[in-house]
C-alpha cells in the first residue's frame, strides 16, 4: 500500500465523521444559509474546532453571496479550499545551518514520543548528519531503555544519565558533547508525566533554559507530540506546554483508522501552532513531514 493510501485508511474514521456525512447533508440541497450552518455543526463535531469552523463558513458564505458557490459540488470544492489555507503553512522540519541543532521534544506520556525521536534520529542520520540523542526522560527507567534501542538501531549515540537524574543535567551534557564532536542534530527527550503537574512544567522550563545557556540559539524547535486520537484534548494539552516551553510545531502520531484527523485543524487555528510531521505506522520511515494538500486530498478522497 502507497504512502496515499496508507493516509486515507488513517483519516478513515474521520472522512466518515466530515466528509462522508456532509455529502449526506448536500444530498439533493440548494446552497443556503441553512445549509452553511448545518455544515459548521457537522465541522464542529469532527473536531475542526468552533474559531476554523466559523471562519470557514463565514468564508463560504461570502462566496456564496458572490455567486462563486453555485451548488454542494461547487461548495466540496470550497470546503477543501478553506481547510487547505487554515493548515498550509510550516511542515516538516527544517534542519538551519545552527550545529548542533537542537530539537526538545515534550508531550504526555502514551502518545509515541520516543518512538517520534527515534524515528527522526533515523531519518536524520539516513541523511548523513551526525545525531546525539538526550534520554532526558529520567522519569521512567523504560523510556531510557527503549531509546536506547533506538539509538542502536539507527547508529546514532545517546547521552543518558541513571534513572532519576537530573532531565536538564542530561540535556546539558548532550549539548556539550555535540559541540565537542561537531554532530549536526541534538533529539532532547523530556518526561511525560501528567502535563497539569506544575512540577512536570517548571522540569521542562529548566531544561530548556540549561539549553539556551550552552547554546544561546538553542533549542531550535520544540516539537509537542501529540495522539491523533485524542481529538480536543489536543488543545489542552497544547496549551499547557505551550506556555511552558513555547511549542514550535506538532508531530501527530497514531495516525491510523481511529484518528480524530479533524484537530489538525483546530491546533492551527487556535494556536497557531503548525503540525510538522505525521506517523503513519510503526515502522521507521512512517513518520512522514506534514503535507497540507495530500492530507485534505486524502480526507475527501
Known amino acids: 500500500m502507497g504512502l496515499f493510501d496508507r493516509l486515507k485508511q488513517g483519516l478513515s474514521k474521520t472522512r466518515k465523521n466530515l466528509v462522508e456525512k456532509a455529502e449526506q447533508l448536500f444530498y439533493r440541497r440548494v446552497v443556503d444559509e441553512k445549509l452553511l450552518n448545518e455544515l459548521e455543526d457537522l465541522l464542529i463535531m469532527a473536531d475542526v474546532g468552533p474559531r476554523a469552523s466559523a471562519d470557514i463558513i463565514s ?4 462566496k456564496v453571496k458572490k455567486g462563486e458557490i453555485p451548488d454542494t459540488v461547487e461548495l466540496k470544492k470550497a470546503l477543501k479550499d478553506e481547510i487547505k489555507k487554515i493548515i498550509r503553512d510550516g511542515s516538516g522540519i527544517n534542519i538551519t545551518a545552527d550545529r548542533p541543532y537542537v530539537i526538545l521534544t515534550v508531550g504526555v506520556n502514551g502518545t509515541g514520543k520516543t518512538t517520534t525521536i527515534g524515528k527522526l534520529a533515523g531519518r536524520f542520520a539516513n541523511e548523513g548528519l551526525k545525531v546525539i540523542l538526550a534520554a532526558g526522560d529520567t522519569f521512567r527507567a523504560a523510556a531510557i531503555e ?3 534501542i533506538w539509538a542502536e538501531r539507527s547508529g546514532v549515540q545517546i547521552v543518558k544519565h541513571k534513572s532519576g537524574a537530573d532531565p536538564a543535567a542530561v540535556a546539558f ?3 556539550v558533547s555535540a559541540k565537542a564532536k561537531n554532530a549536526d542534530v541534538v533529539l532532547v527527550d523530556t518526561a511525560g508525566r501528567l502535563h497539569t ?7 521542562l522550563k529548566k531544561v530548556k533554559r540549561v539549553i539556551s545557556r550552552e547554546l544561546p540559539a538553542a533549542p531550535h524547535e520544540v516539537l509537542l507530540v501529540v495522539d491523533a486520537t485524542s481529538g480536543q484534548n489536543v488543545i489542552h494539552q497544547a ?15 497514531k495516525l491510523d483508522g481511529t484518528a480524530r484527523g479533524g484537530i489538525v485543524v483546530a491546533i492551527k487555528k487556535e494556536l497557531n501552532i503548525p503540525v510538522k510531521l505525521i506517523g503513519i505506522g510503526e515502522a521507521m520511515d512512517d513518520l512522514r513531514d506534514f503535507n497540507a494538500d495530500e492530507f485534505v486530498d486524502a480526507l475527501f478522497e
Open 59 to 62: 468564508a463560504l458564505k461570502e
Open 146 to 148: 527503549q531509546l536506547e
Open 173 to 175: 551534557d548532550a549539548v
Open 197 to 203: 503537574k506544575i512540577n512536570l512544567m517548571e522540569e
Open 239 to 253: 496549551k499547557i506546554f505551550s506556555e511552558a516551553v513555547h511549542i514550535t510545531g506538532i508531530a501527530l502520531t
